[in-house]
C-alpha cells in the first residue's frame, strides 16, 4: 500500500471515529484521542468547515471538543485517562490559569465537587482573579452548607393539620425546597432553600402582604380545613 492510500485510509477512520463520537451516548475514545482525529481530518481536509460538513457538525460543535487544546498537560492526562469526560466541563476550565485548572480538575476527580459546582466556582474564581483558588472552593462549599430560616410562626390552639400545612407549603416552595417543617407545642419553624425563599416571596406578593401575614394566612387556611 503507497503512502498516498495509506493517507487516504487514515482520514476515512479519523472522520468514522469523529462520527461516532458524535452519534453515540457512551463515545468509544477519550476526549484527547477524538481531538488529535479532528485536528488531523481538518490538516488532511484544509479547514474546520470542511470537517464540519464532512462528519455533519457544526463548526462550533467542532471547536467545543477543542476546548482539550487549551488544558494544562495535568489536566489532559485525567482526561487521556477518562477520569475527566465532560465536554462542558473542559470548555468552563479552558480559561483558567494552569494552577487553577489543576485544583479544579483533582477536586472533581475525587469527586468533591459536580460538573455544576465547577461552573459557579470558575465564575466566582474569574470575578476575582487574585482571590487564591482553595479559598473560593472553600467560600463556596460554606454557601452550600447554608440554610434559610424563614420564620418561626404561632400555631392557632388546636391545630392538628400538620400533613396538611407541610402539603399545601411544599405547593407553594416546592417539595425539595424545605429543609426542615419542625412543629413545637404551639409553634412551627420553616426553613427552606434560597430557591424556596424566592418562590416564597412570589407568593407573598401576589398576595400583596407581609410574609410573616402570609404564612399565618396560610395557616388558617389550614385550620379551617376539615
Known sequence: MDSKLRY??????AIALIISCTRRIKRPVDLVTLVKNILFAKRC?????AVAESVGLSVQQLKDFLAV????KEVKILVAKRAIDSVDLLKTIRGLPVKKQKILARHFVRGDITSKDVRSITTHSKKFPDKPIEH???????????????????????FNNRIGLRRRLEEIVGKKEIKKLQFKERSAVLEVTSLGYKKLREAVKKRKMTLRKFVLSVVEEITRRK
Open 45 to 49: 481536509m484544509g479547514s474546520l468547515e
Open 8 to 13: 487516504s485510509q487514515k482520514l476515512e477512520n
Open 136 to 158: 473560593i472552593i472553600l467560600d463556596y462549599e460554606k454557601s452550600k452548607d447554608i440554610r434559610l430560616y424563614v420564620a418561626e410562626f404561632i400555631l392557632p390552639p388546636p
Open 69 to 72: 487544546e487549551d488544558l494544562c
